[in-house]
């Protein structure tokens, strides 16, 4: 039972909002039982679906019960991501504006990083995705869950959206899943009750204006802004659309949504700009809210950047690192300090550019190190959907041994093969181990290591 007391004129401050039920949202507070959902790796489809689909994403499940996902190999493996159901409406979104084109997208407060796994779910080779973080501290968490999704078409940033204003027109499609007051998480986290008030959403608009003013520039002629916060309150979502549409030459879209999915589709006050509020009671979810609008101007061309001074990269080590990857032909090798990279070859300019003006945090996959006449591969190789698995040995673990693995412990392997190994679990790779005649080294990452104690 949730006894958790909502703040001072939270209530009265939704009543006037659109679908806004005060008795069902109550209760629906009171009992306390969000659901549980994952959204499955399309490039690695080893999870389990259940019966039950979210209905706005192909790849979305509910759960039953939450499981223990430490201790799932699979979920360290990157075959799925754990995500409240109502933010995998961004999935339905996008397949109604995504162009044939490739495409640049931009998420740009992108930690942790389901909304960036689900904008890349949809992507090919030819789309690039910049997943921004401005928090310093939250970087590496977004990195990783990217690392685990497995793709080379991803660069990682730490920067302030100010930044982007010197890339002109280079975006196709930018996110902004605002920070903002977070009343659409009180059920999910009823601690954040403690930071909402009226001053603070106020605050949040102020922030989410300064957000929008700076990204717009970055966004093409004819480019989309998926604008989208965990907020009710009509300050930062249905007003933050008519000021957009009042400043800038933005004009709102209508997305196609089925009646029986319980999303309560709204118009803001000046501009009618169409909005998409999900309410837990109403939808098996989270509160969010959600808008698509498309520029209609041009900010002028992006000055492109030609790195002539291409990195000379020693072509003996190259010769080392080819076999370990799946048609090399179709990526970009380059060196950031000792560590090999690869990102897909269409994007080696938008790189140039990118690092240019961004400070980069990951590029593409990190393919490891040369010592000797031998690659040390890296863990974001093992997990990558670009690793050639029929040039390297693999060991397959049971669920005890991947456990085991993934504590970082020893594993005590009668297995033939010799030296360095994918550990898998039930087919997806784990990470690397070195398999020596006495002994297996074991190459997980300290960082990533399970310590909490729970089922073996």
């Given amino acids: 039972m949730q006894n958790h007391p909502f703040p001072a004129n939270f209530l009265e401050s939704l009543a006037d909002e659109p679908g806004f039920d005060h008795k069902n949202f109550v209760e629906v507070h009171q009992k306390n039982d969000a659901p549980t959902s994952i959204r499955i790796n399309p490039f690695k489809k080893n999870a389990k679906k259940t019966d039950e689909q979210v209905p706005w994403c192909a790849e979305g499940f509910y759960l039953g019960t939450r499981p223990s996902f430490t201790f799932d190999p699979l979920f360290h493996a990157g075959a799925y991501y754990v995500q409240e159901a109502s933010s995998m409406f961004v999935d339905h979104i996008l397949k109604q504006i995504k162009p044939d084109a490739p495409a640049n997208i931009l998420d740009l407060c992108a930690a942790p990083g389901g909304k960036s796994t689900l904008l890349n779910s949809a992507m090919t080779a030819d789309d690039l995705l910049v997943a921004n973080e401005i928090i310093k501290t939250r970087v590496p968490v977004l990195a990783d869950n990217l690392t685990r999704w497995g793709t080379a078409n991803t660069i990682v940033s730490n920067n302030d959206p100010r930044d982007f204003s010197r890339l002109t027109s280079f975006f196709d499609i930018v996110l902004v899943d605002a920070p903002c007051s977070g009343s659409g998480m009180f059920r999910k986290d009823p601690d954040a009750m403690d930071e909402w008030s009226e001053a603070n959403v106020n605050l949040c608009h102020q922030r989410q204006e300064r957000i929008l003013a700076d990204i717009y520039p970055t966004i093409k002629e004819d480019g989309y802004l998926i604008y989208s916060t965990c907020s009710y309150s009509r300050q930062e979502n249905e007003d933050i659309l008519d000021w957009l549409c009042n400043t800038f030459a933005l004009e709102s879209i209508r997305i196609p949504i089925n009646a029986a999915w319980g999303i309560v589709e709204t118009q803001s006050p000046e501009k009618k700009a169409w909005g998409y509020r999900f309410y837990p009671g109403k939808v098996k979810g989270e509160g969010l809210f959600a808008s698509v609008l498309v520029k209609r101007e041009s900010s002028g061309s992006f000055v492109s950047f030609k790195n002539n001074k291409n990195q000379k990269v020693p072509m003996n080590e190259l010769e080392l690192i080819k076999p370990y990857i799946k048609d090399p032909s179709a990526f970009y090798f380059f060196k950031v300090n000792d560590d090999w990279m690869a990102i897909n070859q269409q994007h080696k300019e938008s790189l140039n550019l990118l690092q240019h003006h961004l400070y980069i945090k990951k590029s593409g996959v990190r393919i490891g190190k040369i010592a000797g006449r031998d690659l040390i591969p890296d863990h974001e190789l093992a997990l990558s959907n670009i690793v050639n698995k029929d040039n390297v040995a693999q060991t397959e673990l049971d669920y005890d041994q991947a456990i085991l693995y993934l504590r970082r412990e020893n594993l005590d392997i009668d297995e033939a093969k010799k030296g360095w190994s994918l ?24 960082e990533l290591r399970i310590l909490s104690q729970g089922p073996k």
């Fill in 423 to 446: 550990m898998n679990f039930e087919g997806q790779p784990l990470g690397w181990a070195k398999l020596l005649p006495n002994r297996v080294n074991n190459y997980y990452p300290k």
